[in-house]
């Protein structure tokens, strides 16, 4: 199952979802269609995994000062269940989320679900109809864009098909990686291209994290690195994997031209100094 099979979910899928939660057993969740679009009505979201086949699982999310939060987890096919999770999970790293918390039914079945997923309990409740509740908390992998290391040579040969000996012979000016925690997913370079101008590589990243705004914190981070090394503009070939940041690039200040986008740095004018 890819990351475009998961979505919100909308008042149009309330007789597929509630048919799941119907025969979970969930006391709590809502078994009827009209349930389920009342709770979408008045603020509540969930996240689906869907294919033409129809839906194949739902989880209700929220984020509540910086903790991240789930129940109501439901699947029809082994392992729909736990890709949910890591959406959610995902979810809330791209909002810088570190924490990250469930509740489900109290059994030990659940527990050693979660336990698999990574989540321990952390406490037992009662929910609002009484029933016993557990929950349990995972802290996620921090989400960085920071320099290369020289341990990072293997994977940037892995994402790039470049030669990792280059890279394993030290930290080059320039060159970040995006980490997921410990884990390399993606690389960019600045480097010369003439005088005063930086060439910024398109981002290579692994594909769970295409898509999810990773690539603008990179570039970002590379023309950051351009402009405090003395370049006066920077430049980045028009790839069409960029096509669906143009947006976001633009809000950045970089102009697209032909088959490139470029963007100029700006110096402050003194104080008082006319600007022509």
Known sequence: MSDSDFRQATSDDAFAVAELYAASGISWAPASAGEFEVMLQTGHAFLIAAEEAGVLGAVRHQENEGIGSFDLLVSSRPWAGAQLVRAVERLCQDRGIRLVRCRCPDSAIFEDYFARLGYLPIGRDFGDAGEPQLLLERRLPLLTVREQRRSDADAIGALTGDDPWVFGQGSRPGAFVAADGEKVVGFIQCSEAVRGIARVGVPALAEPYRGRGLELWMISR????????????????????????GKGLEERFWVRERDAWRRVFFTPSEEGEEEW
């Open 222 to 245: 590379a023309a950051e690195y351009a402009e405090t090394n003395g370049y006066h503009s920077a430049e980045m070939g028009a790839a069409t994997e960029l096509d669906a940041l």
